[in-house]
């Protein structure tokens, strides 16, 4: 039977899903409702796994779906849903049309076993241990998320930038200018890192990242070895041409002893439309009883190391985790965070460190750009996780979206009139930084932006008045600190809750004002 059709399905379905999950990274307009992300995320295997581990809903058991298919067909993950592995196909393709040689082809490659089982160890460990930096390395999806939330999505907003520069000198304004906080070194240069090396194993090797480094990949091929259907090569009919292997990306094809390592084949279909004999075929593995023995007593050591690796990362699944003024550098006391403010939602810091694998889609999607990579502020376990960077934004009093699109369950879905009265943090007022007490002037930036009014003016000296904090009512949203203008610190600035607690619902009357999107000046 002639199969080649489903190279076609496999382009068209991966291609399709890759643009509707980058456009979630790119939307920096808020134009996607939050409904469609977890609706397209859903099958992402990690991601559904974590959230499955910190929720136990149906609405989480995507990797359980990834793993009957795969137990069905093989590594069809690896090449219809993975953004990362269709990235490295995009790039395999361009590279082989820049280079334009016809000898640009793909060689059969050694197992690599002890490499890939290695870095699979190292995720189970992960996921044990909840040292969150492990996973968020080695997770495609995050790799990805990281990629197109750091790279695409940056070159769209610049490029927007510079339309909008072009368009107001003609008196255009349909578009509007987005600011971009630069990043620390560090995280830039692990980015690049994975960047280089994606684009060099696609370029030279296909699929070797996806067969060697990737511990989902890994995982999915110890299922495969058991799949229902296989692809196989006839031998009666295999003239060993070599075709089928110069075109295979997982370099899996052995035409010189007529095997396929259906392990690390990713279910490209690619050999399917370049065998002219028709030697490469699905088939049933379970046709015949003495296949069967065969191959049980064949794959018995694997059978056993396959079901302990997936105990232990179903063990680990469900085990529970644990217009502004301009003041110049009139502010002389150093204020600092020594509790950095995770999302609301979010738990607590050390839930959300276990849990987050800084897939960067929260930071994409939010409106008011308060999320940020982090560097140092949780430490080296939450390196490159989302934090509240009140420099950059404030946590607008009416959103929810990061909740709403946590693929992992680190931010958990959280209700409106929960989160006005969700404590992530408490302002604190440093007297002798505010220009009020320097300067001499009228101020209160940050009592008029204050949504609870937790931050109040009240009667001080020659007729000036002065902020004061109600730490009870005051939810830690930054609004105060990103509304004040003292340098180079800040007279107001929010201190993060280890755990989050549950402020007192502030008085109505009292609340003149809401943050609008546009805030402050």
Not at 100 to 113: A, F, G, P, V, W
Not at 315 to 321: F, G, T, V
């Amino acid at each position: 039977m002639n199969l080649a059709g489903l190279k076609k399905l496999r382009v068209g379905f991966s291609i399709l899903y890759f643009i509707l999950i980058t456009c979630f990274f790119l939307d920096f307009t808020g134009l996607i409702p939050s409904s469609y992300y977890k609706t397209i995320v859903f099958l992402q295997f990690f991601p559904s796994l974590l959230q499955f581990k910190s929720l136990l809903t149906i609405s989480s058991i995507g990797f359980i779906i990834v793993i009957i298919i795969t137990f069905f067909y093989g590594r069809v993950y690896c090449s219809f849903i993975c953004p990362l592995g269709v990235l490295q196909d995009i790039i395999s393709f361009i590279t082989k049309k820049i280079r334009r040689l016809k000898q640009y082809r793909y060689t059969y490659l050694k197992s690599y076993r002890f490499i890939r089982y290695s870095f699979l160890a190292v995720f189970v460990f992960g996921l044990f241990s909840g040292f969150a930096l492990i996973l968020s390395v080695l997770d495609p999806y995050s790799i990805y998320g990281r990629i197109a939330s750091g790279v695409f999505r940056k070159t769209i907003v610049e490029t927007n930038n510079l339309l909008v520069s072009g368009l107001q000198k003609i008196n255009v304004y349909s578009l509007y200018h987005v600011d971009l906080k630069p990043e620390h070194w560090t995280i830039l240069a692990v980015l690049l890192f994975f960047i280089v090396t994606i684009i060099l194993f696609s370029v030279f090797r296909g699929r070797l990242y996806c067969n060697t480094v990737c511990p989902v990949g890994a995982f999915l091929g110890l299922i495969s070895k058991f799949s229902v259907f296989k692809i196989e090569l006839d031998k009666n009919s295999c003239t060993s041409c070599n075709l089928c292997s110069r075109v295979c990306k997982a370099g899996c094809i052995d035409t010189k002893n007529q095997q396929i390592d259906f392990e690390r084949c990713i279910a490209c279909y690619n050999c399917m439309t370049v065998c002219s004999e028709n030697s490469i075929q699905y088939k049933l593995r379970w046709n015949k009883k003495l296949a069967i023995r065969t191959e049980i007593n064949k794959n018995d050591n694997s059978r056993r190391q396959f079901f302990a690796i997936t105990a232990l990362i179903f063990a680990a699944s469900i085990r529970k985790s644990r217009a502004q003024q301009v003041v110049t550098d009139t502010a002389t006391k150093p204020t600092g965070r020594d509790i950095p403010v995770s999302p609301p939602g979010s738990v607590s810091i050390d839930t959300f460190n276990a849990s987050c694998t800084a897939c960067h889609l929260c930071i994409s999607a939010c409106p008011t750009h308060v999320l940020q990579p982090s560097y140092t502020d949780y430490g080296l376990i939450g390196f490159m996780q989302p934090v509240m960077d009140y420099h950059t934004g404030f946590c607008n009093f009416e959103c929810t979206k990061c909740s709403e699109i946590c693929p992992t369950g680190a931010i958990k879905s959280i209700k409106i009139e929960t989160k006005k009265i969700t404590q992530i943090g408490i302002a604190h007022f440093v007297r002798q930084n505010c220009i009020v007490r320097t300067e001499k002037t009228d101020c209160g930036a940050c009592a008029e932006h204050c949504p609870t009014k937790a931050v109040r003016m009240v009667p001080w000296k020659q007729g000036l008045v002065i902020p004061e904090v109600t730490p009870d009512i005051c939810i830690g949203c930054g609004a105060c600190e990103f509304a004040c203008p003292t340098t180079p610190y800040k007279a107001i600035y929010v201190e993060g809750n280890d755990e989050h607690k549950m402020a007192n619902e502030p008085d109505k009357e009292k609340q003149e004002i809401k943050v609008e999107d546009d805030f402050p000046f």
